[in-house]
């Protein structure tokens, strides 16, 4: 008898997504178990032996597993499709790496900078999930200097616009010829949440770069390439 394992795992094994991915895949009734629609979380599988199907295609487990970083830039979204047949990090990959792989979290249309890459869903899954408070840290270009008021809020925590509460940010403020720049490190991964952070402090970011990810930084990396992760790199994400 083989190993039994969450169907949501089991979808991240095959490296179709992330684990929190996964269960959004099952709840739309995209997963068919031994030709039975599954739709309630939490049914086990038996690796081997049960036939799981994604969107009409078999999955299994993958043998080798990838991790990359890109440098996105602006215009590109962080999925592997997008309804508007917008341009997608995937477009990025080129023919050289034949994997099938998915982004570990998202950065929005108009955000650039560092993008992880994987096809190992447990991997995404610890970084993504909020309970591991993975660092992120973006460098914002304002459209005016932030005040020390500003400053202060954001250091202790800003409520955003929904009501939603933030963490304690780390904030440096650079000395950048002709626009006011913030270096800012958060934990959080709320939707636009840098961007919001700002506007609840009466400031508008005009330019937002991720540079680094719980340490694990984007260097010199040009614009719309990408690389693998180093074996230490790898060594400091998973071991959060």
Not at 73 to 86: E, I, L, M, N, W
Not at 103 to 132: C, Q, S, W
Request: aromatic letters at 6%; glycine letters at 10%; hydrophobic letters at 40%.
């Amino acid at each position: 008898m083989g190993e039994t394992v969450r169907l949501q795992k089991y979808i991240a094994m095959c490296g179709e997504a992330s684990r929190r991915a996964a269960e959004e895949l099952i709840k739309e009734g995209k997963v068919f178990v031994n030709g039975k629609k599954i739709t309630e979380q939490g049914v086990k599988v038996e690796i081997g032996a049960d036939r799981v199907e994604l969107s009409g295609k078999l999955i299994k487990p993958v043998n080798q597993q990838y991790y990359i970083m890109l440098n996105k830039p602006v215009g590109y979204v962080s999925t592997a499709k997008d309804q508007f047949d917008r341009p997608t990090v995937i477009d990025l990959l080129g023919d050289e790496l034949k994997a099938r792989l998915f982004p570990v979290g998202r950065l929005d249309y108009d955000t650039e900078g560092l993008l992880l890459m994987t096809n190992d869903g447990d991997f995404a899954y610890k970084i993504t999930h909020p309970k591991h408070n993975v660092e992120k840290t973006y460098l914002a270009a304002l459209n005016k200097g932030l005040t020390q008021t500003g400053l202060l809020r954001l250091r202790k925590g800003v409520t955003l616009s929904d009501g939603f509460t933030t963490s304690p940010a780390k904030l440096e403020i650079l000395d950048v010829k002709g626009a006011p720049v913030v270096k800012i490190t958060i934990h959080e991964g709320k939707n636009r949440q840098v961007r919001r952070m700002f506007e609840a402090v009466g400031c508008k970011v005009t330019a937002l770069q991720r540079i680094a990810i719980n340490g694990v930084e984007l260097g010199n990396l040009p614009q719309g390439r990408w690389r693998y992760l180093t074996a230490h790199e790898i060594a400091i994400l998973k071991n959060l």
